[in-house]
């Protein structure tokens, strides 16, 4: 195997001009598509990893829907568990909330005011507040007077009535998430049930974990703590979809780029052929030598495999270097509004790199068969008479 190693990388390197510049075409063609295919999967990849992040800074890890009261009392329980950091108590009203004939249907999320504090940072007194999206929709500052609309009113003598106050907005905040900055009222749970009084409810837990990335493990826990009558899902259920979505998108984004190694694979092909009509004369008198037509074909293989992982090798080391300066100066930058996040960073993983260098490696070994079976199936005889 040796000799015949020795014999690949000195038909690599040697011949005339046109050979060489054949060669490195050929290499760059390979570490450029391996580069480009692992910067892009790169940045797919960062793109998770920080949209991840931000659903994880602004949304609880689980959510716990209480259907038997009896499980309104259970967060010190919730708590005990190894990997939950803190559990807050939540009851959700519906309502409508109007400024000026500007109206918004809301979710009214209603928590001791020690819990409001450490989810919003905000102390609230008489009033409530409201995310900064909403209240720029209803023209609403911070001291500014709004009201607050129930539709589980009560039956009078003139009709049915909703009940109706206005509060005084207190705060506000800004989680990056539509329902939280667009939907969502903030008020004590004090002040709460004494306006909405026995209205529809839905009581229940926010619950943030030591490690999210545990949360389907630790909802079987909470599950079977609570047993039945607690409806229990994790922020991985709550945005399958949008995993799911992206995860097929970036597969599919991988194929594609896979065709660019593709394409420049026909550059070590193109290569080979060359290689194996300059050698021919060489090949001939190697043969008679005793050398197999089998061997013939790994030589001209093992030149195709080398340039190959030469190419993903220095394709590696450019997609290292472009990731550094992408994420070192925030090149790739989106609009935040959109996308939760001002840029993309590039975040590398094991099974992209790994399959990356699979791919291109077997398309390099595809691509030098045809040339290799080629140099092996010439007639030694009328090569040799030739000369």
Same mark, same amino acid.
């Given at each position: 195997?040796?000799?015949?190693?020795?014999?690949?990388?000195?038909?690599?390197?040697?011949?005339?001009?046109?050979?060489?510049?054949?060669?490195?075409?050929?290499?760059?063609?390979?570490?450029?598509?391996?580069?480009?295919?692992?910067?892009?999967?790169?940045?797919?990849?960062?793109?998770? *990893?920080?949209?991840?992040?931000?659903?994880?800074?602004?949304?609880?890890?689980?959510?716990?829907?209480?259907?038997?009261?009896?499980?309104? *009392?259970?967060?010190?329980?919730?708590?005990?568990?190894? *990997?939950?950091?803190?559990?807050?108590?939540? %009851?959700?009203?519906?309502?409508?909330?109007?400024?000026?004939?500007?109206?918004?249907?809301?979710?009214?999320?209603?928590?001791? *005011?020690?819990?409001?504090?450490?989810?919003?940072?905000?102390?609230?007194?008489?009033?409530?507040?409201?995310?900064?999206?909403?209240?720029?929709?209803?023209?609403?500052?911070?001291?500014?007077?709004?009201?607050?609309?129930?539709?589980?009113?009560?039956?009078?003598?003139?009709?049915?009535?909703?009940?109706?106050?206005?509060?005084?907005?207190?705060?506000?905040?800004?989680?990056?998430?539509?329902?939280?900055?667009?939907?969502?009222?903030?008020?004590?749970?004090?002040?709460?049930?004494?306006?909405?009084?026995?209205?529809?409810?839905?009581?229940?837990?926010?619950?943030?974990?030591?490690?999210?990335?545990?949360?389907?493990?630790?909802?079987?826990?909470?599950?079977?703590?609570?047993?039945?009558?607690?409806?229990?899902?994790?922020?991985?259920?709550?945005?399958?979809?949008?995993?799911?979505?992206?995860?097929?998108?970036?597969?599919?984004?991988?194929?594609?780029?896979?065709?660019?190694?593709?394409?420049?694979?026909?550059?070590?092909?193109?290569?080979?052929?060359?290689?194996?009509?300059?050698?021919?004369?060489?090949?001939? %008198?190697?043969?008679?030598?005793?050398?197999?037509?089998?061997?013939?074909?790994?030589?001209?293989?093992?030149?195709?495999?080398?340039?190959?992982?030469?190419?993903?090798?220095?394709?590696?080391?450019?997609?290292?270097?472009?990731?550094?300066?992408?994420?070192?100066?925030?090149?790739?930058?989106?609009?935040?509004?959109?996308?939760?996040?001002?840029?993309?960073?590039?975040?590398?993983?094991?099974?992209?790199?790994?399959?990356?260098?699979?791919?291109?490696? %077997?398309?390099?070994?595809?691509?030098?068969?045809?040339?290799?079976?080629?140099?092996?199936?010439?007639?030694?005889?009328?090569?040799?008479?030739?000369?």
């Amino acid at each position: 195997m040796r000799p015949l190693l020795k014999l690949s990388l000195r038909y690599l390197f040697s011949g005339r001009g046109s050979t060489k510049v054949v060669s490195l075409i050929a290499l760059m063609s390979v570490s450029l598509s391996v580069s480009a295919l692992l910067l892009t999967m790169g940045v797919f990849a960062g793109f998770q *990893q920080a949209l991840k992040e931000k659903i994880l800074s602004a949304s609880p890890h689980l959510i716990v829907s209480t259907l038997n009261p009896e499980l309104s *009392q259970k967060e010190e329980a919730l708590e005990g568990l190894k *990997q939950v950091d803190r559990a807050y108590r939540v %009851v959700i009203y519906q309502g409508f909330i109007s400024k000026e004939g500007r109206i918004s249907s809301v979710s009214v999320k209603a928590l001791e *005011q020690e819990d409001i504090k450490g989810l919003y940072g905000l102390e609230l007194r008489e009033g409530i507040a409201m995310g900064r999206g909403l209240s720029e929709v209803l023209g609403l500052r911070e001291g500014e007077e709004v009201l607050l609309v129930s539709p589980m009113g009560s039956r009078t003598p003139f009709g049915f009535l909703p009940r109706a106050r206005p509060f005084l907005l207190e705060g506000t905040f800004e989680k990056g998430v539509f329902d939280q900055d667009y939907a969502t009222v903030v008020m004590s749970l004090e002040k709460a049930q004494e306006f909405f009084g026995e209205s529809y409810s839905l009581a229940g837990y926010e619950v943030y974990l030591k490690e999210p990335y545990k949360a389907q493990e630790v909802r079987k826990e909470v599950e079977a703590l609570l047993g039945e009558g607690a409806l229990v899902r994790s922020w991985i259920d709550l945005n399958k979809p949008l995993f799911n979505a992206l995860e097929l998108e970036k597969v599919g984004i991988f194929f594609v780029l896979l065709l660019m190694v593709l394409v420049a694979s026909f550059n070590i092909t193109s290569l080979l052929f060359m290689k194996a009509r300059d050698k021919l004369r060489d090949v001939a %008198v190697l043969r008679t030598f005793g050398l197999r037509r089998g061997q013939v074909v790994l030589v001209f293989v093992l030149q195709g495999f080398i340039l190959g992982l030469a190419g993903t090798v220095l394709g590696l080391l450019l997609s290292g270097v472009g990731g550094y300066l992408i994420n070192r100066f925030k090149l790739v930058r989106v609009p935040a509004d959109v996308y939760l996040m001002d840029h993309v960073p590039v975040h590398f993983e094991a099974g992209d790199l790994l399959l990356t260098v699979i791919g291109a490696l %077997v398309l390099s070994l595809l691509a030098s068969l045809l040339p290799a079976y080629r140099a092996s199936t010439e007639s030694v005889v009328s090569v040799l008479r030739n000369e």
